[in-house]
């Protein structure tokens, strides 16, 4: 399995796996990086090197989740990275895909009902990604600083933000897979080739990033909170 190490050169990371950049602007990092290796690169920006390491091998490779390792951080650092993350979602992966599949839908020239269904799945798939996006942001993250900084327990008892139904934990997955397959099954008629395969590299590299979104979220944040509530330390293991 391929790995990032400290001190490996970040600019050659990024050259030969530029599907990692995404997490550079979740931390705050510019281009411009020389031949800085990762270490550098994070004690210039001020960022925890061995968190900010964790986040890019497990962007790499799929298979990689040391839980312990993530559980071992704070968890500010985790409500943190995921707000940044939300926002990063709003200010470029939403847009982009709406960008190409607007352009998608408008090459069919009103002729291509499954066009008009794609846009629909998108338009669904991106409400309950932003309601979910609203309500993390409103109740849960700011309910797992309070438990951060030790309030009392009569503070917290009026919200439960951490049960939440399958439905909340799928939030706009299963309209991204139905886009995906009406593309991929029954697409008929005229249309862009070139914006199709667009849409599809798009809407496919979101679903990927929701995917360890969500493993960071519900494998390490909510165990932590969940420690929390019972009088733990803010990290899973009470000894980290």
């Known amino acids: 399995m391929l790995l990032i190490y400290r001190d490996m050169p970040l600019a050659g990371i990024l050259e030969d796996h530029p599907f990692l950049m995404p997490v550079l602007d979740r931390f705050g990092i510019p281009l411009g990086l020389?031949?800085?290796t990762v270490e550098q690169v994070c004690t210039r920006q001020g960022i925890d090197t061995g968190f900010f390491l964790m986040v890019l091998n497990t962007f790499l490779n799929e298979g990689y989740f040391p839980q312990e390792q993530f559980a071992a951080f704070h968890a500010e650092q985790i409500v943190d990275y995921l707000s940044k993350t939300h926002a990063y979602y709003r200010r470029f992966q939403l847009p982009n895909i709406e960008r190409h599949l607007t352009?998608?839908?408008?090459s069919g020239r009103?002729?291509?009902?499954a066009l008009a269904l794609v846009?629909?799945?998108f338009s669904k798939a991106k409400a309950r990604l932003c309601e979910r996006m609203e309500r993390d942001e409103d109740e849960f993250f700011p309910y797992v600083l309070r438990l951060c900084r030790s309030v009392s327990q009569a503070d917290l008892r009026?919200?439960?933000?951490v049960q939440e139904s399958a439905a909340d934990q799928e939030y706009g997955w299963e309209q991204l897979r139905?886009?995906?397959?009406v593309l991929v099954r029954h697409l008929r008629g005229t249309y862009d080739p070139n914006l199709c395969y667009a849409v599809l590299f798009a809407v496919s590299t979101f679903e990927k990033d929701m995917r360890l979104h969500e493993r960071i979220r519900h494998r390490i944040l909510i165990p932590m909170v969940h420690a929390m509530e019972r009088g733990g330390k803010n990290t899973v293991r009470d000894d980290a």
Request: net charge negative; glycine share 18%; charged share 25%.
């Open 34 to 36: 020389g031949d800085r």
């Open 103 to 106: 352009g998608f839908v408008a």
């Open 110 to 113: 009103g002729e291509n009902p």
């Open 119 to 121: 846009g629909d799945a």
């Open 158 to 161: 009026p919200m439960s933000p």
């Open 178 to 181: 139905d886009i995906k397959s």
